[in-house]
């Protein structure tokens, strides 16, 4: 089995850390983000869609505006097929409060112990900003 072992709390610590040391848009307006983490299946990626759904979940019922996305690569050369995991939050200040929550969530735990199942390696985890003009 080919997983990458770096603990959830750990992408969720770092994050927050990242979040925390933002400096706030002189403006006052908050852009929406984007969290993706790219994941290659090695096994099964029917089992690991029907597994990552229970993620989903969770994400909805700490931060109902929250917009959890599933795709798969296509056209995209030896990156066919690897899975993009994103989840756009309306802005930084919603995710991290959202984010604690999550990760501490029983049932959080419960998804990512069912995709421990699942053979995948988690290839990038990272965040975008909203940079669309008006």
């Known amino acids: 089995m080919t997983m990458q072992a770096v603990p959830f709390r750990t992408i969720a610590a770092v994050l927050l850390a990242c979040l ?12 929406a983000v984007i969290e993706v983490t790219v994941v290659k299946v090695h096994g099964s990626t029917s089992e690991y869609l029907s597994k990552v759904g229970a993620i989903l979940e969770v994400i909805r019922k700490h931060e109902p505006r929250a ?3 599933v795709y798969q690569a296509a056209f995209a050369g030896d ?4 899975i993009h995991i994103s989840t756009r939050y309306p802005s930084f200040a919603a995710l991290a409060a959202a984010n604690p929550k999550i990760v501490n969530d029983p049932d959080h735990h419960k998804a990512i112990e069912a995709l ?3 053979d995948r390696e988690i290839i990038s985890h990272y965040m975008l900003r909203d940079k669309t003009p008006d």
């Open 79 to 82: 990156k066919y097929g690897l």
């Open 67 to 69: 917009e959890p996305r």
């Open 20 to 31: 925390v040391s933002m400096p706030a848009l002189a403006d006052g307006h908050e852009e």
């Open 116 to 118: 421990a199942a699942v």
